[in-house]
């Protein structure tokens, strides 16, 4: 293991943060228990005092396949996964395409797109150095029972990427903002939608400083520019209390506040 230095204005996909030291986790290290393990930084929103960090190295980016058994490493982009899917022609990674992210934290988070979540396709996941069947961890709704380090995860394979899934997936894309993001700030509250609550309480297009709730997609927070910590961290606050107040719902937040 060793030490790097990330700038998170650049490597978190909203572009807030600053200079921070981060451990940097190879193969044969034992991980440390006393520091927060993140993944590509899509779902993050770092303040300017997080807990110390840690990372999984490039060693843990690896696709293996035995017969119709896929090993993944927890590092590996989703964008690695989809591509090998395709052409190796395997199915059911499809939603991976344009979902940022690495395996890791897409298992965390149980990360999906409408009906496709990576759960529904998981076989069994190796958590801090032991394989654990998927029927072994409570999961739901962007939400896994993650208590640990995945170093990485299996897959049985099932013939048949779909190219016309994979266009219908892209084309849902369409409604996310093209500029930094940190994905949906809000987990969605059963039979709602986070989006609407937050455009019922006049917060869709809000802004403080370069930050703004998006005037696409009311549940995307998004950084103009040079939008801070304390602007993110405003905004969201925001929308919790209103949304309380006006509809007594109390909403959770989906990213990661560090
Ligand atoms: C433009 C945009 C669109 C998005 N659209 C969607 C969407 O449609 N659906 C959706 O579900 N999400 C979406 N997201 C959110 C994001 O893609 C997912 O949350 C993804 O899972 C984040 O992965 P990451 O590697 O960046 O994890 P990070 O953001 O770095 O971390 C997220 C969580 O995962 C944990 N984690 C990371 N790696 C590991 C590991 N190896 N072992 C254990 N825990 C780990 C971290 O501790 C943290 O709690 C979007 C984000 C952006 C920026």
């Known amino acids: 293991m060793y030490f790097k230095t990330i700038d998170f204005s650049k490597y978190s996909s909203i572009k807030i943060g600053q200079h921070t030291e981060v451990l940097i986790i190879e193969k044969e290290d034992i991980f440390p228990k006393d520091r927060y393990l993140i993944g590509g930084a899509n779902n993050l929103l770092i303040s300017p005092n997080p807990p110390p960090l840690m990372i999984l190295s490039k060693d843990f ?3 293996n396949q035995h017969k119709n058994i896929l090993i993944i490493g927890a590092s590996t982009p989703t964008g690695k996964i989809v591509s090998y899917a395709k052409k190796n022609n395997i199915a059911g990674f499809e939603f991976l395409s344009k979902l940022p992210g690495s395996l890791g934290g897409i298992v965390a988070m149980n990360a999906g797109v409408k009906s496709y979540e990576i759960f529904n396709i998981i076989e069994s996941i190796k958590l801090n150095g032991k394989w654990i069947k998927k029927d072994n961890i409570k999961y739901g709704y962007r939400y896994a029972n993650i208590l640990g380090v995945i170093t990485e ?32 700030a809000f987990k969605n509250p059963q039979g709602d939608y986070a989006g609407r609550l937050i455009e019922a309480v006049g917060l869709k297009g809000c802004s403080k400083g370069d930050i703004q709730w998006s005037e696409v997609h009311a549940n995307f927070l998004v950084n103009h520019d040079k939008g801070t910590f304390e602007e993110a961290k405003y905004l969201i606050d925001l929308a919790k209390s ?17």
């Not at 049985?156 to 990427?161: A, L, P």
């Not at 892209?170 to 993001?181: A, G, H």
């Not at 209103?242 to 560090?258: A, G, M, P, T, V």
Request: charged share 25%; hydrophobic share 40%.
């Open 242 to 258: 209103k949304i309380l107040k006006e509809f007594n719902i109390l909403l959770q937040e989906e990213i990661k506040i560090l």
């Open 153 to 184: 995860v299996k897959f049985f394979i099932t013939k048949g990427f779909d190219n016309n899934l994979l266009k219908e997936l892209i084309n849902l894309r369409s409604n996310q903002p093209n500029i930094p993001s940190a994905g949906s």
């Open 61 to 63: 980016s690896t696709i």
